[in-house]
T-cell receptor, first 110, second 113 residues
């Protein structure tokens, strides 16, 4: 089975940095994904890590440590449009399906 | 443009009625998935299919049924046996053997009254 934990809510100020942590315990591992989801909409892909280390994509970065079962998503230079839910998802080792955490709701304040 | 289409966006049904949610993709993806999302909860896997004419139960399959007669289509039926069907339903697809994530449809919000 899969157990994926992330904080429920976070609040930050426009222009600041926020780090969303995700810990996982899974029966298999073939990559970790981060998705952004605005209320009432479908999730959109942000980042993917399969090897240890940091992946940077513009204002968003994601880090993975497989030995610790840990990842974080770093959002820099926060903008109001970044207010959304951020979902951590782990891909199963065998059949490519994703298991999702409950999501972290980030609120950006002016 | 290629994509994945769910319809309808909003659906209302009376308790005790079966209802079918549509999901169609033109991405030539092998695998398709159905997830359910409830407020404050993550996406929970209902059913998935990696190839035509084959599908597997996910974590919460009870009260649901699917078919995969065509590569492009993966409809989900919410039966009267599903105790609490009101939720946001998301369909997704992916290419097996490729280290990519999912492409999601825009979702169907089902309300049972």
């Amino acid at each position: 089975g899969q157990n994926i934990d992330q904080p429920t809510e976070m609040t930050a100020t426009e222009g600041a940095i926020v780090q969303i942590n995700c810990t996982y315990q899974t029966s298999g591992f073939n990559g970790l994904f981060w998705y952004q989801q605005h209320a009432g909409e479908a999730p959109t892909f942000l980042s993917y890590n399969v090897l240890d280390g940091l992946e940077e994509k513009g204002r968003f970065s994601s880090f993975l440590s497989r030995s610790k079962g840990y990842s974080y998503l770093l959002l820099k230079e926060l903008q109001m449009k970044d207010s959304a839910s951020y979902l951590c998802a782990v891909r199963d080792g065998g059949d490519y399906k994703l298991s999702f955490g409950a999501g972290t709701t980030v609120t950006v304040r002016a | 443009d290629g994509g994945i289409t769910q319809s309808p966006k909003y659906l209302f049904r009376k308790e005790g009625q079966n209802v079918t949610l549509s999901c169609e993709q033109n991405l030539n993806h092998d695998a398709m998935y159905w997830y359910r999302q409830d407020p404050g909860q993550g996406l929970r896997l209902i059913y998935y299919s990696q190839i035509v004419n084959d599908f597997q139960k996910g974590d919460i399959a009870e009260g649901y049924s699917v078919s995969r007669e065509k590569k492009e289509s993966f409809p989900l039926t919410v039966t009267s046996a599903q105790k609490n069907p009101t939720a946001f339903y998301l369909c997704a697809s992916s290419q097996t053997g490729v280290l990519d994530g999912y492409t999601f449809g825009s979702g169907t919000r089902l309300t049972v009254v």
